[in-house]
C-alpha cells in the first residue's frame, strides 16, 4: 500500500469513527440534524473506501478497514462511552483482529 492509500485509509477511519459517535450520540438523543450529519459522514467514509477498493483490491481494502475500525470504536466506546464488554465479547473482538489479520497476512504467509 503506498502513502497516499495510507493517507485515505486514515481518513476513511476517522471519517467511520466520527460517524460511529455522532451515530452513538443520535441514539442518546434523536434528532433529525444528528441523523442526516451521520449519514453524510457515512457516505463520505464509502466514497473513500471505493477508490481504495479500486486501488488495492477489495479484500485488502475492506480487511485493513475493518480491523482498524473494529479496534478503534472499541476503544471510542470504551473510553468515551463508558460501555464494557464481558470476557466473552472481549474475546470475540480479540478473535476477529486475529483472523481478519490471517485474511490479510494469510496470501503472503501461505506462498
Known amino acids: 500500500?503506498?502513502?497516499?492509500?495510507l493517507v485515505q485509509l486514515a481518513a476513511s477511519t476517522v471519517i467511520y469513527l466520527a460517524a460511529a459517535m455522532l451515530a452513538k450520540s443520535w441514539a442518546l438523543n434523536p434528532g433529525w440534524g444528528k441523523l442526516v450529519l451521520t449519514l453524510a459522514l457515512?457516505?463520505?467514509?464509502n466514497l473513500i473506501m471505493l477508490r481504495l477498493v479500486r486501488d488495492?483490491?477489495?479484500a485488502s481494502a475492506f480487511s485493513l478497514s475493518?480491523?482498524?475500525?473494529?479496534?478503534?470504536?472499541?476503544?471510542?466506546a470504551l473510553a468515551w462511552?463508558?460501555?464494557?464488554?464481558?470476557?466473552?465479547?472481549?474475546g470475540g473482538v480479540a478473535l476477529a483482529v486475529i483472523a481478519v489479520g490471517m485474511i490479510t497476512l494469510g496470501p503472503g504467509v501461505g506462498r
Not at 500500500?1 to 492509500?5: A, I, N, Q, S, V
Not at 462511552?81 to 466473552?88: I, P, R, S
Open 1 to 5: 500500500m503506498t502513502l497516499f492509500g
Open 42 to 45: 457515512y457516505t463520505a467514509g
Open 56 to 58: 488495492f483490491g477489495m
Open 66 to 76: 475493518a480491523v482498524i475500525q473494529l479496534v478503534a470504536v472499541n476503544v471510542i
Open 81 to 90: 462511552f463508558g460501555e464494557k464488554l464481558t470476557t466473552v465479547q472481549t
